[in-house]
């Protein structure tokens, strides 16, 4: 028995077993009578999704089976059929669909981007930005001018005249929370064509949105704002390797000649809708805890952790609750969003609706930041919700979720925003987010099944704790 | 304006600028002046590890290059050679190899495995497990018994006898450090063909260890004991839904006849070396932190997470030092030990021979849980230290440090374990870890670059801190 001991040990067994029995003490301690039957529930939540979750099949369906589903197009539409049968699978009380006219931008043909310099041709892995416009047929040629900011090429004025604008800002990778750093950067995507094309300027490239130096464009929405059309220049991304690459080709050869072509178009808005469903609160009926994701994405990979995740966590709480016979006091509203990616028609729509119908939404939860390990949540709530949530954190630190944080919540709950009104984001690990987001990278393999799981019930959780101690008898202003 | 900050919010980039501000804002307010200090000592690490680490560099190298590197394999010896050019080239004050001879156990021609049922013979992945010994050279055919435990095997005693004994324990998927889980699951792995011989068993599978249903083979070390030598039964693993349908299929076909051939062998001992380098501290050179992690590896994979995660972790804790032009003031000492996962050799030579010098070794700090986004650290100190480590929370948790629990350490630094020495293991995120770990996909790329950086900047920081306020003066007992 000594021996196995001692060799049990060196595989790191009574390690773990240490470990083990002293997070449970600490654990139950700490708590309150009350706390303890939370404990109970958020404990059954975790089991629940960790053994019987359904999330990871329903995501392998809605990634492999429909794929990238931008705004107008057929994927979109499956993704609605599919997002409503589901819904009614899981039992919810009531399933509708809410029509809403989206965007309708399509890509077109596969972009091309290349240079040349000491008469070697140079491949640029590009792709079009959302709602940029083409290039003419054969492509558009120009020497090109390196900026690292919209403010940098504001200053240059008129030196952009007929240049294709090479936005080169890269992400700041000692922001330990990546989406500021995303943050920091994103103006340029964004902003980049409506500043450059009052001054002339032939087309945008820009800097993928990323941390690392990878081989693919990422995509994203831009706009033009209120400009004139015929201000309207063509917009692209480059991978950040490529950018990389072209910004130290320039140093040498400070006059080569970038060549991009792209026939992305606008069709007319099309027809759409959000998708959804209801457990109707025992008590309070008509108070609502809304709770969503965006059903939508890119075109380019299958919008797994952008948002193919959000709307499977969305629909399990609603499933972790029926499977723990938990009903909740108020109305439990699961909404898979249409249209985040480019246009936030489907949340507008959505607010709009709850204004006129005179709805009483409590509070909203979104998980718009991917599927990864659970970290926690960020508040955006009058000051006494925003503490309540916040000392909920010794029930929620057991499963990773330390961080509760006062902050925006997510785009589709936004427009929800009043002082009456608990908004929450979910925030998962953000180390890998940017490795995927909005590239054909992000896809199904790239999701872990207990990650996204533990998602769910992280979610599910805090709804729980939400409809429990968290609701006001206030009527929302009209 | 206006129309693009509303623009802008809908792509979530307030929202990360809101989070950002309040999270400097709590920081700095609640620290003292020296915490002050400390806190930009910290940043400064994380700071120059992700913006210009070497470990992932390092790692692509020691794993694409050399690869997996059991003990006494050439790759294992190609693998100390890279250990000891590499610390002298970040410039350690002096680098030296210590020589321990390691078991030296060869898996040989690739494993086959079996069964047939209704006429179909479907195909097992299979790999023995280590130290077991091979099967006839015609492998071995026997019915089933299919068990969940030791405890079982040896309840079911005799009638063990010429059965091939299957352990088809599962992970406790609701347990949420995925170690704890292979904790409950390792011991059938370890002792179940030591536990059969004595049963006349022909031989043993296990299902392997594992959260998911997958189809690799993990394999792993067992053992015999000191049962007499003609009770050895080889053991080998199975992948989790190989298990799964062996279980299924055995309820139908409880005569079914499993078959599986394998050729490994344990030669004689080889010769070896830890790789240890250090700098000199300036204040107390005879005080000694010792940091690493393990460099030989599982012969299937690349051994990336297990542990090459490890080796470049602790490499990189000296290179952090010197890069930010700390010296340390006790001495800061990198092992790159030999032969944890099949013997511990390494470990139990250093220290032997730290007793046997009278070394005074303060602190040790192991990386031997992987690479993936910091959680915090495992503490095993006397009460007074233990204390002190997890007082320094606020300075780690804005790293998402925030695990500071009592515990093991690691197998290779937990033979120096003595009152006066304060043992730490770094804890990273466990979820993804028993995906790879042992098996032919622990590879480079499922390491994430800042995520590993982000682990060396860890350690460093923890270093720091112990190298800071933590030591004694009391020499190490004789």
Not at 31 to 60: C, M, P, V
Request: hydrophobic fraction near 35%; glycine fraction near 10%.
């Amino acid at each position: 028995m000594k021996q196995l001991i001692t060799l049990i040990s060196a595989l790191g067994i009574l390690v773990a077993c240490a470990e083990k029995k002293e997070q449970a003490t600490t654990h139950s301690n700490s708590l309150s009578s009350e706390e303890k039957i939370d404990s109970t529930h958020i404990k059954n939540f975790f089991n629940t999704a960790l053994t019987q979750g359904k999330s990871y099949e329903w995501l392998r369906d809605l990634t492999q089976n429909i794929g990238g589903r931008l705004s107008g197009s057929p994927e979109a539409e499956k993704a609605v059929v599919w997002g409503e049968k589901l819904m009614k699978e899981v039992g919810l009380d009531s399933v509708w669909l809410q029509p809403v006219m989206v965007p309708h931008w399509v890509r077109g043909e596969k972009e091309v981007a290349n240079y040349t310099v000491n008469g070697v041709k140079k491949d640029v892995p590009v792709c079009a930005l959302g709602f940029s416009i083409a290039t003419p047929a054969k492509g558009i040629t120009s020497e090109v001018i390196e900026v690292k900011s919209v403010e940098e090429a504001e200053k240059r004025g008129n030196e952009l005249k007929d240049k294709i604008v090479f936005f080169n800002g890269a992400f700041d990778n000692t922001l330990i929370n990546t989406f500021e750093a995303y943050g920091g950067c994103v103006g340029q995507r964004f902003s980049g064509a409506r500043v450059c094309g009052k001054y002339g300027a032939k087309g945008v490239i820009v800097r993928s949105m990323t941390n690392g130096i990878d081989d693919y464009p990422h995509t994203g929405s831009m706009g033009y704002g209120d400009i004139p059309k015929n201000e309207y220049i063509p917009a692209a991304a480059i991978s950040s390797r490529a950018a990389e690459n072209l910004s130290k080709d320039l140093k040498e050869n400070p006059n080569l000649k970038f060549y991009f072509k792209q026939s992305c178009e606008t069709l007319p808005d099309a027809p759409s809708f959000n998708v959804v469903g209801e457990i109707k609160g025992s008590e309070n009926p008509d108070k609502i805890m809304v709770v969503g994701g965006h059903l939508d994405s890119w075109d380019l990979g299958e919008g797994a952790h952008d948002d193919g995740t959000g709307i499977v966590h969305s629909l399990e709480v609603a499933y972790l609750f029926k499977k723990n016979n938990i009903q909740p006091k108020n109305t439990l509203r699961i909404v898979f969003f249409m249209n985040e990616e480019n246009g936030l028609r489907g949340a507008k729509e959505y607010a709009r609706l709850a204004k006129l119908n005179n709805e009483n939404h409590i509070g909203g939860l979104e998980s718009d930041s991917g599927g990864h390990t659970p970290r926690g949540f960020s508040i955006d709530a009058n000051e006494k919700n925003t503490l309540l949530v916040k000392s909920w954190n010794k029930l929620l630190a057991p499963y990773g979720l330390h961080d509760l944080t006062t902050g925006g919540s997510g785009a589709d709950v936004g427009p929800l925003k009043d002082d009456h009104v608990t908004l929450v984001g979910y925030r998962p690990d953000s180390q890998r987010y940017f490795d995927y987001h909005h590239t054909e990278t992000d896809t199904f393999d790239k999701v872990n099944k207990r990650e996204l799981e533990m998602g769910s019930a992280s979610m599910a959780s805090l709804i729980y704790l939400m409809d429990k101690y968290l609701y006001t008898k206030e009527p929302i202003k009209p």
